[in-house]
Nanobody
Framework: QVQLAESGGGLVQAGGSLRLSCAAS?????????VGWFRQAPGREREFVAA???????FYADSLKGRFTISRDNAKNTVSLQMNSLKPEDTAVYYC??????????????????WGQGTQVTVSS
């Protein structure tokens, strides 16, 4: 089992950048988990942003390629999401999540078992 906690959200002007972090804790090796980032804006469904496997394979939502970069540091039990050229439509609560250890079931949020509490990102125009 793994516990996840996001940090790094805040208020930024359009065109700016933010770096979100997801810190993992628990008794299981963090390197056994794929980790994904999702976001949810008011009145909208939770949507996939990016994910990274334990082996380093990376997936992005097509609409975010080129602006967002996901990375992980297994030694520090962290996964980061670098967000550049932010737009007002990027405003949402951002969550990190993980499926069961050593499993990958795709980018549907229902396939992710462990979730952080979320961090608010607000992009002003």
């Amino acid at each position: 089992q793994v516990q996840l906690a996001e940090s790094g959200g805040g208020l930024v002007q359009a065109g700016g950048s933010l770096r979100l972090s997801c810190a993992a804790s628990g008794r299981t090796s963090f390197s056994s988990y794929a980790v994904g980032w999702f976001r949810q804006a008011p009145g909208r469904e939770r949507e996939f942003v990016a994910a990274i496997w334990s082996a380093g394979n990376i997936f992005y939502a097509d609409s975010l390629k080129g602006r967002f970069t996901i990375s992980r540091d297994n030694a520090k039990n962290t996964v980061s999401l670098q967000m550049n050229s932010l737009k007002p439509e990027d405003t949402a609560v951002y969550y990190c999540a993980a499926p069961p250890a050593l499993q990958w079931r795709g980018t549907d949020p229902t396939q992710f078992t462990y979730w952080g509490q979320g961090t608010q990102v607000t992009v002003s125009s």
